[in-house]
């Protein structure tokens, strides 16, 4: 018979609490602050379906806010006489080249580089008895390059990234490297190694405080690993850097023809 | 049912002592340790290049003279620098990191110049071009280089004077020199 009222106890004391808990949970939806709330929103994150109701629609406005930044390229700014465009980007347009954008790269000072290389192998290989057509791209990025002008960043930062495509794996004594090369003097600058990713493709991504305006193309040669010898081994692909567009030197009679 | 709560107590402790007694359940305090040479180990001593890990002092090429303050004696400025160069191989794939710090240099703005970083490799006369910096009043200059190499072949660290609109990666009169000691 005790046990009987131990149980029958038991379920009485586990009822009261879950009322409290249920009565705590209901009420914890009135802060932000303290645990119940937080439980709340863990349960249930869409706070504007708690607030608002599920009838609600966000109002379509709100999008025609003003005042650009440097960091903000997508909107209409109100001191822009050069486009004074009816409308604004507010979504990251990336590369698409209808992107409206405030920012005139041709205006005095402002000097950047976006570019992109195709690399082309230089022999045909066969892999497991399939020709394996090598390929890669490289994307040059630089920016800040002329020193004390306008809205340059005093210290020159450029970034290369390479994606390639259908290297041949190497093995453990050789390892694929990417080069900066100027054809004018032969001079080729080792930027890194490329990491192997799955299926015969690899990738390297390499900042420095560098101008790229020496180059002419990009490169990617075999080297022994270890290697005690720095310069270029047998090379696989190459690409050369096409001539910026956008490119505007504030002393162009010293640029190479290329970046004119 | 007075013996009922007491046994399900006994019977649920049970299960534990059995399992940490028995043969065929692995805990860690049944795991060995392993030292000297049967310690088991994923460190493949092939893979790991040479580690090259040290601070170089660079020293300048030219002195600054007196310029007369006070009672003579020694220039107030002297031109210097220091870098540390490291290369290290982790998990197969090396990475590198040179860092430089300058004193005392001619600012930027003075002499209408940027500063390039070199590392040399005198066997095969190969300079690999670190990047550039520029310097404010006082010559500070803080410079940073990461890269997914290795720099073991070379054995000397220098900075260039350029030109600020430098489009010749031919290096400019030598600044500031120092040597690497080869790793072991």
């Known amino acids: ?260 | 049912m007075k013996l009922l709560v007491p046994a399900l107590l006994i019977l649920l402790l049970s299960i534990s002592v059995f399992a940490a007694i028995s043969e065929g359940i692995a805990t860690s305090a049944k795991v060995p340790i392993r030292l000297g040479v049967s310690r088991v180990s994923n460190y493949e001593p092939r893979l790991h290049l040479s580690t090259l890990n040290q601070f170089v002092a660079l020293q300048p090429t030219y002195s600054v003279p007196t310029l007369g303050v006070g009672r003579g004696g020694a220039s107030n400025y002297h031109p210097r620098g220091s870098a540390r160069v490291r290369s290290v191989a982790s998990y197969g794939y090396p990475s590198a990191q040179v860092t430089l710090k300058t004193k005392d240099l001619p600012s930027s703005a003075d002499v209408r110049g940027q500063f390039e970083v070199w590392l040399i490799d005198s066997e095969t006369g190969y300079r690999l071009s670190l990047g550039t910096f520029t310097t404010q009043q006082g010559g500070v200059a803080d410079f940073r280089y990461v890269a997914d190499t290795y720099l073991n072949a070379y054995d000397g660290i220098e900075v260039t004077f350029e030109p600020l609109d430098d489009v010749d990666i031919t290096p400019g009169p030598l600044i500031l020199y120092g040597f690497i000691k080869p790793p072991e």
């Open chain 1, 1 to 260: 018979m005790y046990a009987v009222k131990l149980v029958v106890l038991s379920l009485l004391l586990l009822l009261i609490g879950s009322a409290f808990a249920q009565n705590f949970a209901e009420q914890g939806n009135g802060g932000y602050a303290g645990v119940n709330s937080r439980l709340v929103r863990a349960d249930d994150p869409f706070s504007r379906y708690r607030y608002f109701g599920p009838d609600y629609q966000y109002p379509f406005a709100g999008y025609g806010s003003k005042g650009s930044s440097s960091k903000n390229f997508g909107e209409k700014g109100t001191t822009s006489s050069a486009f004074n465009l009816d409308t604004s980007s507010r979504t990251p347009q990336g590369r698409n080249p209808a992107r409206i954008s405030n920012v005139d790269p041709n205006f005095r000072g402002y000097s950047k580089v976006d570019t992109s290389v195709k690399l082309e192998p230089f022999t045909q290989q066969f892999f497991a008895g399939q020709l394996k057509y090598a390929q890669a791209t490289a994307r040059l990025v630089m920016k800040g390059a002329a020193y004390g002008q306008g809205t340059n960043e005093a210290i020159p930062s450029s970034e290369v990234s390479i994606q390639t495509k259908n290297l041949l794996p190497l093995g453990n004594d050789n390892i694929y490297e990417a080069w900066l090369v100027d054809e004018d003097t032969e001079y080729a600058l080792a930027i890194g190694f490329l990491r192997s990713g799955i299926d015969l493709a690899s990738s390297l991504r390499f900042s420095f405080s560098r101008s790229l305006a020496p180059f002419d193309a990009v490169m990617i040669t075999v080297e022994p690993f270890p290697d005690t010898d720095p310069r270029p081994g047998e090379t696989i692909l190459y690409g050369s850097i096409n001539p910026a567009r956008n490119v505007l030197r504030t002393s162009p009679s010293s640029a190479p023809e290329t970046l004119r």
